[in-house]
Nanobody, 127 residues
Framework: QLQLVESGGGLVQPGGSLRLSCAASGFTLDGYAIGWFRQAPGKEREGVSC????????YYAGSVKGRVTISRDNAKNTVFLELNNLQPEDTAVYFCAADIPPIGTMCRPTTVYYDYWGQGTQVTVSS
C-alpha cells in the first residue's frame, strides 16, 4: 500500500523554525516529484514547494521564497521541508504529495496533479 506520512509540525513562536518530514512506504520517492502544500482554516490548499525527480528542479511559492528549503534523502525515502523565520500567516496544515509528471518536465505546484497524499501535519505560529 502506497503511503505518505508527514511529521515535524508543532507550535512555534514567530521567527522560529521547523523541519517537516515526508516519509514514504510502499514505494520509492525518487521516482516521483514531491510537493508540499498547506491549507489554513477557511482557505484553499496552496502549493508551498516542490522538488522534481532526481533533484532536477525546485519550486518555491513567492510567499515563502527565501525562508523555505526543500530537499530529499533517497536513502531514507524521505523528503524534507525546512521552514525558517515562521510567521503567523504560515499557520496551516501542511501536506506532502507524490506526482509523476510528464517526462522532461519539472514538478508542478498544483494539487490537481498529485495522486498520493499524506494526512498532514499542523504548523502553528503564535506568540
Amino acid at each position: 500500500q502506497l503511503q505518505l506520512v508527514e511529521s515535524g509540525g508543532g507550535l512555534v513562536q514567530p521567527g522560529g523554525s521547523l523541519r517537516l518530514s515526508c516519509a514514504a512506504s510502499g514505494f520509492t520517492l525518487d521516482g516521483y516529484a514531491i510537493g508540499w502544500f498547506r491549507q489554513a482554516p477557511g482557505k484553499e490548499r496552496e502549493g508551498v514547494s516542490c522538488i522534481s525527480k532526481n533533484n532536477g528542479g525546485k519550486y518555491y511559492a513567492g510567499s515563502v521564497k527565501g525562508r523555505v528549503t526543500i530537499s530529499r534523502d533517497n536513502a531514507k525515502n524521505t523528503v524534507f521541508l525546512e521552514l525558517n523565520n515562521l510567521q503567523p500567516e504560515d499557520t496551516a496544515v501542511y501536506f506532502c504529495a507524490a506526482d509523476i509528471p510528464p517526462i522532461g518536465t519539472m514538478c508542478r505546484p498544483t494539487t490537481v496533479y498529485y495522486d498520493y497524499w499524506g494526512q498532514g501535519t499542523q504548523v502553528t505560529v503564535s506568540s
